[in-house]
């Protein structure tokens, strides 16, 4: 089992910076990738963003490219999503989550989530 807590979340005015952190615990050897997840409201859960645990490859949405940074640190199992300028459309719950499996594609077989992270950003 791995347990994931999210941190960092919180309310910012458009145009503002969060950064948002995720630790993992347990069973964490068995990491292939991590990443970030978005539910609005009213909406289906996206992607976001996700690093691999030990490579240098990144890969974000096109929403989030060019704002957003993903980054990890493997001594704290822990992996942090930088987000600049920051939008309305924004405002979400943010989870973190990993992905032990290489089958199928980065954005796909997450199966450990965080409880979640509310991020809001005013107009």
């Known amino acids: 089992q791995v347990q994931l807590v999210e941190s960092g979340g919180g309310l910012v005015q458009a145009g503002g910076s969060l950064r948002l952190s995720c630790a993992a615990s347990?069973?964490?050897?068995?990491?292939?990738?991590m990443g970030w997840f978005r539910q609005a409201p009213g909406k289906e859960r996206e992607f976001l963003a996700t690093?691999?645990?030990?490579?240098?490859?990144?890969y974000y949405a096109d929403s989030v490219k060019g704002r957003f940074t993903i980054s990890r640190d493997n001594a704290k199992n822990t992996v942090y999503l930088q987000m600049n300028s920051l939008k309305p459309e924004d405002t979400g719950v943010y989870y973190c989550?990993?992905?032990?499996?290489?089958?199928?594609?980065?954005?796909?077989?997450?199966?450990?989530w965080g409880q979640g992270t509310q991020v809001t950003v005013s107009s």
């Open positions: 347990g069973r964490t050897y068995n990491i292939y990738f």
């Open positions: 690093i691999s645990w030990s490579a240098p490859s990144t």
């Open positions: 989550a990993i992905k032990e499996s290489s089958s199928g594609r980065y954005y796909q077989g997450y199966n450990y």
